[in-house]
């Protein structure tokens, strides 16, 4: 038995032959901010995870500030105001998309960097619904049970939300057992 389609069994009906038996490509979703958590869960699926037929879609989803703090309505603030935050949140955006698109490069890893504005955990779902994930993979902020419960917890949601397995990495993954 060999990892390859010999031919001498038919396939059923239907159903094409295998290309590369035993040989999974998974759909991997990481997602990203600019904490030292989302980058060390990237590095951690690269490291003891990825496989080379894996294609690894970064996304980071940028929540856009109101300008004038979450205390004033949005009529109060001047659209020239909304203007500047949806271009510095752009900018910031591409500075971040860049560095895990070249460091995607680096390791011959095949995939995308994805940027999009919304709630996070909804952007996560929603990402790896649309690409037929296999498998998310994100970091933890670690937050205690009173802001988490203020809060909110986006690989909790996710976790909660998805259909798929979810990996969330602990803020300290010095020691692994696989």
């Known amino acids: 038995m060999g990892g390859s389609w010999s031919g001498s069994v038919e396939p059923k009906a239907g159903q094409a032959p295998p290309t590369d038996i035993g040989v999974r490509a998974d759909v991997v979703v990481i997602p ?3 904490s030292q958590q989302a980058e ?5 699926y690269c490291q003891r995870v990825h496989k080379p037929n894996n294609t690894v879609h970064v996304v980071h989803c940028q929540e856009i500030e109101h300008p004038g703090g979450e205390h004033y309505p ?4 001047t659209p020239e105001a909304f203007a500047e935050v949806l271009e510095k949140t752009k900018k910031s955006d591409l500075d971040l998309v860049a560095k895990y698109e070249s460091r995607l490069q680096e390791l ?3 995939g995308m ?8 955990g909804e952007v996560v779902i929603s990402t790896a619904d649309k690409l037929k994930a296999t498998h998310i ?3 933890t902020r670690g937050y205690g049970i ?6 909110g917890s986006v690989s909790e949601y996710v976790v909660h939300h998805t259909k798929v397995p979810v990996t969330v990495v602990p803020r300290e993954t010095t020691h692994w057992f696989f």
Request: no cysteine.
């Open 113 to 120: 960097v994805h940027a999009q504005m919304g709630k996070p």
């Open 108 to 110: 011959g890893i095949k």
């Open 137 to 139: 993979v994100m970091g």
């Open 32 to 34: 990203v901010d600019r």
């Open 146 to 151: 009173v802001r988490r419960t203020i809060l």
């Open 40 to 44: 060390a869960a990237f590095e951690w």
């Open 74 to 77: 949005d009529y109060a603030v």
